[in-house]
């Protein structure tokens, strides 16, 4: 079998399960957003008359129609959703659950006449150069459009825009490929040539040609099996603010040290750097502290805080080396669940 063969039957295996969503909202909601009078009249239209504003992919992944896409393409709770499959058939959509640390959301469609479970692969061993296929809903307007390429990088860290309102977040840990991820293809299945996804398509760098970002599968599964076992996403949850630390940051602050998490609050009025009641706060760490390690493990730009967590659950106690002032001291924290404690803002 070539090579083309071998593409066109991992295509093939996948394309059932790939699935388009449409973003849209009622005329006049969109005319209050909307500077121009009118506007929303000249703009495309659903099936309900509600102007489309964009759309994405997803993938079902479940024989009771659960479908994996990125958390930005239904961050919007404003908006209405719906999901179409290969053939055009048209599904409401249930949001089950967004993801509060990573770019995935899960949700629930009708499953269509004809569809196919997308299998997962493994991203954990994945190759510089290895082919990769990126599936989605291109420009939110060519369905099923498919491109090639290879792994061009591991475990990137990127800042991308989260939401509609301009918000961003660090997503870590992902893919880089060159196969091409337009705008609409995020939600969609990146998947190695055996059909299998690897990957969910999250982001592109706009002014870079050919430099696309998938968030590992894996990620998602996590997800999957909480949601199947606590009916929701559980995360473990800290409650500081920090400053990762390095060499400008040291000089900045005059700090007695290159690497950790410096503990210091956002410059916003009402702001704390350690959230009131959550677990860092029961634990007793200070603002000015500096986090060192974490079970063991130094805390640097490479191995952020946030990767400190990546494995731990709820009710798990860690334990931090940290600098405060001169002397060095050894704290553990006993790791509560997102969300227990209401956070003024969202941090680790």
Not at 258 to 282: C, L, Q, T, W
Not at 293 to 320: H, Q, W
Request: include cysteine.
């Amino acid at each position: 079998m070539t090579h083309e063969d071998e593409v066109v039957r991992a295509v093939e295996k996948i394309l059932p399960s790939v699935v388009s969503i449409t973003i849209s909202k009622h005329a006049d909601f969109v005319n209050r957003m909307l500077p121009i009078d009118g506007i929303a009249d000249r703009l495309p239209k659903d099936a309900d008359g509600n102007i489309k504003l964009g759309g994405g992919s997803g993938f079902i992944i479940s024989d009771d129609g659960l479908v994996l896409t990125n958390k930005h393409v239904v961050a919007d709770p404003d908006a209405q959703y719906t999901i179409f499959d290969q053939s055009g058939a048209r599904s409401d959509v249930q949001i089950l659950a967004r993801d509060p640390i990573h770019d995935v959301a899960i949700l629930r469609m009708t499953p269509p006449a004809n569809f196919a479970v997308a299998s997962f692969g493994d991203s954990r061993n994945l190759r510089l150069g290895q082919t990769v296929i990126a599936i989605g809903n291109a420009l939110g307007e060519f369905q099923s459009s498919v491109s090639t390429g290879v792994v061009s990088g591991l475990s990137r860290l990127i800042t991308a825009v989260s939401d509609i309102s301009g918000h961003h977040e660090r997503l870590r840990g992902l893919i880089q490929t060159d196969a091409a991820i337009n705008p609409g293809n995020s939600g969609g299945p990146l998947i190695n040539i055996h059909g299998e996804v690897i990957g969910i398509n999250a982001a592109v760098i706009f002014g870079a040609q050919n430099i696309g970002f998938a968030i590992p599968i894996e990620k998602a599964a996590r997800d999957l099996n909480d949601i199947k076992k606590y009916g929701r996403i559980r995360r473990p949850y800290l409650g500081v603010r920090y400053l990762l630390v390095n060499s400008a940051l040291q000089k900045q602050f005059g700090l007695p040290v290159n690497y950790g998490a410096f503990v210091v609050r956002e410059m916003m009025p009402g702001d704390h750097a350690i959230i009131p009641d959550s677990p860092a706060d029961k634990a007793g760490i200070r603002e000015g502290d500096i986090l060192l390690a974490c079970n063991g493990k130094s805390i640097n730009e490479k191995t952020s805080m946030e990767d400190m967590l990546e494995n731990a659950v709820p009710g798990d106690t860690i334990t931090f080396s940290i600098l405060r002032g001169s002397e060095k001291i050894s704290i553990p924290i006993k790791l509560t669940e997102w969300g227990t404690v209401k956070p003024p803002s969202t941090k680790i």
